[in-house]
């Protein structure tokens, strides 16, 4: 069976990384079911329904072989006109980052469109983006995460260049800790 996590490659042939990447969605735009790939299975679980009149603004993922300062894979929103189904690898370009600190700890959430959707194509940087939008990112996290007793701040959408900078970090971080033998999901 194979690992999203471990066994996806991050890169897409003829496109360079980290600016595109392959992502894998969790959580299709517009659920409020909140599912988290189960690390030592490869399977989606279901974690919980959100607890508020909230709903995902965009597709819900992360983007493999890489690990985040939380021990998890990086986090990313893909934004598309449509929903993308679970466990659908979609071939993404970052366009900015939005960090959040969520029990005192960095939760990077890479902001990401769908390469291949007209709607989306020409948006290069988070400034394309109409800001409403990271308005309505940014109430989203806030609200939920109030809702189910948790202080969370979220600071503004930094630039792609930011971006590049943490998905490198999560790919070398990964690579350093699966030689290691320390990440789950994986036989030693």
Same mark, same amino acid.
């Given at each position: 069976?194979?690992?999203?996590?471990?066994?996806?490659?991050?890169?897409?042939?003829?496109?360079?990384?980290?600016?595109?990447?392959?992502?894998?969605?969790?959580?299709?735009?517009?659920?409020?079911?909140?599912?988290?790939?189960?690390?030592?299975?490869?399977?989606?679980? &279901? *974690?919980?329904?959100?607890? +508020? =009149?909230?709903?995902? /603004?965009?597709?819900?993922?992360?983007?493999?072989?890489?690990? !985040?300062?939380?021990?998890?894979? &990086? *986090?990313?929103?893909?934004? +598309? =006109?449509?929903?993308? /189904?679970?466990?659908?690898?979609?071939?993404?370009?970052?366009? !900015?980052?939005?960090?959040?600190?969520? *029990?005192?700890?960095?939760?990077?959430?890479?902001?990401?469109?769908?390469?291949?959707?007209?709607?989306?194509?020409?948006?290069?940087?988070?400034?394309?983006?109409?800001?409403?939008?990271?308005?309505?990112?940014?109430?989203?996290?806030?609200?939920?995460?109030?809702?189910?007793?948790?202080?969370?701040?979220?600071?503004?959408?930094?630039?792609?260049?930011?971006?590049?900078?943490?998905?490198?970090?999560?790919?070398?971080?990964?690579?350093?800790?699966?030689?290691?033998?320390?990440?789950?999901?994986?036989?030693?």
């Amino acid at each position: 069976m194979v690992h999203p996590w471990h066994d996806v490659t991050p890169g897409i042939t003829g496109m360079e990384l980290p600016r595109h990447f392959r992502a894998i969605v969790e959580i299709p735009k517009g659920s409020s079911n909140k599912y988290e790939l189960d690390k030592s299975t490869g399977l989606l679980r &279901l *974690d919980r329904v959100l607890s +508020s =009149a909230v709903y995902y /603004p965009a597709n819900y993922g992360f983007i493999p072989q890489t690990l !985040g300062e939380d021990d998890d894979p &990086l *986090d990313v929103l893909v934004f +598309s =006109a449509e929903k993308v /189904p679970t466990l659908c690898v979609c071939d993404a370009r970052a366009i !900015g980052v939005m960090t959040m600190i969520d *029990d005192g700890e960095p939760d990077h959430k890479i902001v990401a469109v769908l390469c291949n959707d007209p709607e989306y194509a020409s948006y290069q940087k988070a400034s394309d983006f109409p800001q409403h939008r990271f308005k309505m990112l940014k109430r989203f996290f806030e609200d939920y995460k109030m809702l189910e007793g948790k202080d969370v701040e979220v600071d503004e959408i930094m630039p792609a260049e930011a971006a590049d900078a943490i998905i490198e970090d999560g790919l070398s971080r990964y690579s350093n800790v699966r030689r290691t033998g320390g990440i789950k999901g994986l036989m030693d």
